[in-house]
């Protein structure tokens, strides 16, 4: 629980709830081509990204992908319009995108190989998990790099 003080008023507000998230990003970003500046980036967090990628990618309805997330429509709505109005902003304005933090949790295990940076799923349940592309047992957890 949070306290946040608001002129002389003072509101106990909820901590955001986890947002399930099926797929994490292939890239850590993208970088304008071009541009003046890469130091100008614009931060997308991964229950953003999730949203782009359910409604926009696979079409999904705003219902639909609210299911998928574990949220409410309205909360849905939300945090696909402020994704929008990232993806819009660094489109407009030619600066880079980095996908970063957000309130998640994966449906299943997710790795990045540490030798090739691909990125694939324990779906198998393995008890010692490796690159599915060059076989590397050098991996990591995803969620640690958030
Ligand atoms: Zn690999």
């Known amino acids: 629980m949070f306290i946040i003080f608001v002129g002389k008023c003072f509101f106990m507000a909820r901590p955001k709830n986890l ?4 797929n994490p990003p292939p890239v850590k970003g993208f970088h304008p081509t071009g541009a003046d500046s890469a130091e100008q980036l614009v931060i ?4 953003e990204y999730e949203s782009i990628r359910l409604c926009d990618f696979l079409s999904l309805s705003q219902e639909e992908a609210a299911l998928k997330m574990g949220v409410s429509r309205p909360t849905l709505t939300r945090i696909y319009s402020i994704a929008r109005k990232k993806v819009a902003e660094a489109f407009v304005t030619g600066i880079g995108i980095v996908f970063e933090g957000g309130k998640v949790y994966f449906d ?6 540490i030798r ?25 957890s995803y969620s640690d790099s958030i």
């Open 44 to 47: 997308i967090n991964l229950e």
């Open 19 to 22: 947002r399930k998230i099926e």
């Open 108 to 113: 299943s295990d997710w790795y990045k190989c």
């Open 116 to 140: 090739c940076s691909s990125l694939f799923n324990n779906f198998l349940h393995s008890e010692s998990p490796h690159c599915s592309l060059c076989g590397s047992l050098e991996i990591r």
